[in-house]
C-alpha cells in the first residue's frame, strides 16, 4: 500500500471507555484525515488535521499527528454503542490513499 | 443538495460483460474519484479528477475506464468484467483536495 496501515487491526471494548487507533504513513503531507464507516455504508469525515498542526479537537475526538514519525492518532473518549464502525485514515492530495482500518466494536 | 449519488446500489454481471456505474455530485466540486472496497480490506484508489477533461490513473486502474465530460459526472466503465472485479465500489468527491464526500455504494457481482 502507498498509505501505511492502521493499528491495531481490531478493537474491542466497554462502552464509556476510551478507544484509540493509530495510523502510520510513508510521503510527506499536506494534511490527514480520519473517516468512520458504518458496515456496508459510504465513508464519513470526521476530521481534519493539517501537517503543521499536532493536535485538533472534535467533541469526543481527538487527533494528534507527529509529522517526524509519520504517524497520527485517533482517540474517542467516552465511547458509545453507536461509534462500532470502521475507522481508516486518508493521506493525499490529489490522490488519496486509506489504510485497511481499524474495526472497533463497543460493547454496551 | 443530494450530495454524491451512485447508480446502481447493485449489479450482477456474467464475465466479459460490460458497464458503467454512474457517479454524480450536485456540489460543484472539482476533484471526483473511484475506490474499490474488497471485503476486509481498505479502500484502493482506482483513478481520479481533477476537472472536467482531466482524469488519471489511481493504484488498481486495469480494467476501468473513466472519462470526465462535465463537473458533475464521473462514470466508471468496467469494459470485459472479470470475477476478480468483484468489489463494492465508492464514488467520492471532494473541494480543493480536502475533505472527502462518498457515495452509498455499488455493490457489484461478476459471476
Known amino acids: 500500500s502507498q498509505q501505511g496501515e492502521e493499528d491495531p487491526q481490531a478493537l474491542s471494548i466497554q462502552e464509556g471507555e476510551n478507544a484509540t487507533m493509530n495510523c502510520s504513513y510513508k510521503t510527506s503531507i499536506n494534511n490527514l484525515q480520519w473517516y468512520r464507516q458504518n458496515s456496508g455504508r459510504g465513508l464519513v469525515h470526521l476530521i481534519l488535521?493539517?501537517?503543521?498542526?499536532r493536535e485538533k479537537h472534535s467533541g469526543r475526538l481527538r487527533v494528534t499527528l507527529d509529522t517526524s514519525k509519520k504517524s497520527s492518532s485517533l482517540l474517542i473518549t467516552a465511547s458509545r454503542a453507536a461509534d462500532t464502525a470502521s475507522y481508516f485514515c486518508a493521506t493525499g492530495l490529489n490522490k488519496f490513499y486509506f489504510g485497511s482500518g481499524t474495526k472497533l466494536n463497543v460493547k454496551p | 443538495n443530494a450530495g454524491v449519488t451512485q447508480t446502481p446500489k447493485f449489479q450482477v454481471l456474467k464475465t466479459g460483460q460490460s458497464m458503467t456505474l454512474q457517479c454524480a455530485q450536485d456540489m460543484n466540486h472539482e476533484y471526483m474519484s473511484w475506490y474499490r472496497q474488497d471485503p476486509g480490506m481498505g479502500l484502493r484508489l482506482i483513478h481520479y479528477?481533477?476537472?472536467?477533461?482531466?482524469?488519471d490513473q489511481g493504484e488498481v486502474p486495469n480494467g476501468y475506464n473513466v472519462s470526465r465530460s462535465t463537473t458533475e459526472d464521473f462514470p466508471l466503465r468496467l469494459l470485459s468484467a472479470a470475477p476478480s472485479q468483484t468489489s463494492v465500489y465508492f464514488c467520492?468527491?471532494?473541494?480543493?483536495?480536502?475533505?472527502?464526500?462518498f457515495g452509498s455504494g455499488t455493490q457489484l457481482s461478476v459471476l
Open positions: 488535521i493539517r501537517s503543521n498542526e
Open positions: 479528477s481533477v476537472g472536467a477533461g482531466i482524469t
Open positions: 467520492a468527491s471532494s473541494y480543493a483536495g480536502e475533505k472527502l464526500f
